[in-house]
Nanobody, 125 residues
Framework: QVQLVESGGGLVQAGGSLRLSCAASGRTFSSYIMAWFRQAPGKEREFVVFISRSGDNTYYADSGKGRFTISRDNAKSTVYLQMNSLKVEDTAVYYC??????????????????WGQGTQVTVSS
């Protein structure tokens, strides 16, 4: 069983920054693909970014390219999402996800078998 706990959400003005953190339980964090998804009211859960097990590879959705940066610290079992130049349309609940399976389509929610409770990010104009 893997537990994920997000933190770092909040209210920020457009153009501002936030750093989300996701702390994972378990002894094999380095074997998990980690990702961030988000869900705005009335919309489906949307892929934001994933990071490989070693942290060497990342893939961003177009919405976050050039503004968001994912990183991980396997020694601390934590993944981060640095969000800069935030826009009103970034407002959503942000979820951390972990995939323990060896293969998957890492851009789709169905490939992840563990989820955090979510943290609210609100960007005001």
């Amino acid at each position: 069983q893997v537990q994920l706990v997000e933190s770092g959400g909040g209210l920020v003005q457009a153009g501002g920054s936030l750093r989300l953190s996701c702390a994972a339980s378990g002894r094999t964090f380095s074997s998990y693909i980690m990702a961030w998804f988000r869900q705005a009211p009335g919309k489906e859960r949307e892929f934001v970014v994933f990071i490989s097990r070693s942290g060497d590879n990342t893939y961003y959705a177009d919405s976050g390219k050039g503004r968001f940066t994912i990183s991980r610290d396997n020694a601390k079992s934590t993944v981060y999402l640095q969000m800069n130049s935030l826009k009103v349309e970034d407002t959503a609940v942000y979820y951390c996800a972990a995939a323990t399976l060896p293969k998957g389509d890492w851009g789709t929610p169905g490939s992840y078998n563990y989820w955090g409770q979510g943290t609210q990010v609100t960007v005001s104009s």
